[in-house]
């Protein structure tokens, strides 16, 4: 009798090994949102420090001339363009990745990268030329925190087109799943962030730092 029930019980444990529990949405979408919308805050605090410090020192140039002798608003422009139009162009692959069409979405994901590199390429061929002018960080207050600003921004479109290219080959190799929808989301709110933070270097760097 106590090995027919010992048999029994191994049974029941054996069944019992053998289930598998599987929870189906163990990674909802909004909190992956949520939690980017917080670091994206985050990074407000990052730049808004910036901000306030250069608006402290902006004027700081140390007997050394000043931001109407050293800055080219043209360059700047067509750099804000390229950044600006970049945003367009990501927002068309937003499009065709609800549409389902890949081909599409990686081709636009593609443009944005082409129109990031070009806005990096600008800059830093801005920064090349003001410190061969001798207007480097180490000229002044002013410049100091210019090239602590407009440099970390450009970190973060730097950041953002290994993201894109990351992403990009995720996309090419599993396609428009729910994951890398929501990837690609969380990457469109990044884009789209920095603009809106050039606008402002644009606006209080650039701009105020012509007026005499």
């Known amino acids: 009798m106590s090995e027919v029930i010992n048999a029994q019980s191994l049974e029941v444990l054996k069944d019992a090994s053998s289930q598998r529990f599987y929870v189906k949405d163990h990674h909802p979408e909004n909190s992956t949102l949520l939690g980017f919308w917080v670091y994206l805050m985050s990074d407000c605090l990052i730049f808004a420090a910036l901000f ?14 000043s931001g109407a002798e050293l800055f080219d608003l043209q360059l700047v422009a067509i750099n804000t363009a390229l ?18 069409h890949l081909g599409r979405a990686l081709k636009w994901l593609g443009v944005t ?10 800059e830093l061929y801005e920064f090349a030329h003001l410190i061969h002018v001798g207007a480097g960080p180490q000229s002044s207050a002013a410049m100091s925190s210019f090239f602590t600003l407009v440099g970390t921004h450009g970190l973060h479109v730097l950041f953002g087109i ?27 709110m990044f884009w789209h962030f920095l603009d809106l933070i050039w606008i ?13």
């Open 52 to 65: 306030a410090t250069h608006a402290v020192l902006g004027r700081s140039y140390a007997g050394g001339p």
């Open 83 to 100: 950044l600006l139009i970049s945003s367009i162009t990501f927002g068309f692959a937003m499009l065709e990745a609800q549409k389902k």
């Open 113 to 122: 990268g082409v129109f990031g590199l070009g806005f990096l390429a600008l």
């Open 162 to 188: 290994v993201w894109l290219a990351t992403l990009a080959v995720q996309l090419n190799k599993h396609g428009l799943t729910t994951e890398n929808r929501r990837r690609l989301a969380c990457l469109s």
């Open 200 to 212: 402002g270097v644009f606006s209080f760097v650039y701009l105020m730092g012509v007026l005499p």
